[in-house]
């Protein structure tokens, strides 16, 4: 009678000694973990892209903060945040300074963040600094800088800086950099006295001297 292919398969590694049979699992489960580490490694790559230049100095009436900008994390969004502080052309030909000197971080959150950028410190934000949401993987952390959205698709040029880390954010707002110096200087931001009908503006303003961008 003639054996089944299946048959001849489980016969012949039944018939493989003890020592050997251990040998290959000890093979298969190692080569399982290491992919395993592998695939965890890539990730943790993909979610911590280190800063690039150009630099981006703020300078403020609490002091001055570098940001480190993440082009490979929102290539579009950085592009157009570096613009927004870089100072940019006009369609009429005009040379326009960085869209944030003069604006103030409008709302503060002690230990947890600040908010600035708006043209009308407010919140609003403006219709002419709108661009598309984009989606980043990055860790959202201490000193990540984000876009703020509508909710609808969209990104503006208000921007904020976070004091925690908030895993409750990812995939909700578009990093597009990191503090590299000063986050002491976001801390203290951060705890400036607010009103009392008003829990979250400060009672002072905290305003944006001037923005350096270097190469």
């Known amino acids: 009678m003639q054996i089944p292919a299946r048959s001849h398969q489980y016969l012949s590694i039944k018939s493989m000694s003890n020592r050997t049979v251990l040998a290959s699992l000890a093979t298969l489960a190692l ?4 992919t395993g580490c592998m695939g965890v490694s890539l990730e943790e790559k ?4 280190p800063p690039e230049k150009p630099k981006i100095t703020f300078s403020t009436t609490e002091g001055d903060f570098v940001i480190g900008v993440l082009p490979k994390n929102a290539p579009n969004s950085v592009e157009k945040f570096i613009s927004w502080c870089k100072g940019f052309e006009t369609q009429n030909g ?8 003069g604006l103030q971080f409008y709302r503060v959150m002690p230990g947890k963040f600040v908010q600035g950028g708006d043209p009308f410190n407010n919140g609003t934000g403006s219709d002419a600094f709108k661009i598309p949401f984009e989606k980043t ?3 959202l952390k201490r000193g990540t800088v984000c876009l703020a959205n509508d909710g609808e698709g969209n990104n503006n040029c208000i921007f904020f800086i976070l004091l925690v880390d908030t895993p409750q954010f990812q995939g909700k ?30 009672l002072r303003n905290i305003s944006i001297i001037g923005v350096k961008v270097s190469e």
């Open 31 to 34: 080569a399982f973990s290491m």
């Open 94 to 101: 005009q040379f326009v300074e960085s869209i944030y000197n």
């Open 46 to 49: 993909q979610n911590e892209v």
């Open 137 to 139: 993987e990055k860790k």
């Open 173 to 202: 707002y578009t990093a597009v950099g990191e503090v590299l110096q000063g986050l002491d200087v976001i801390d203290r931001m951060s705890n400036v006295p607010t009103r009392p009908d008003e829990p979250n503006t400060p």
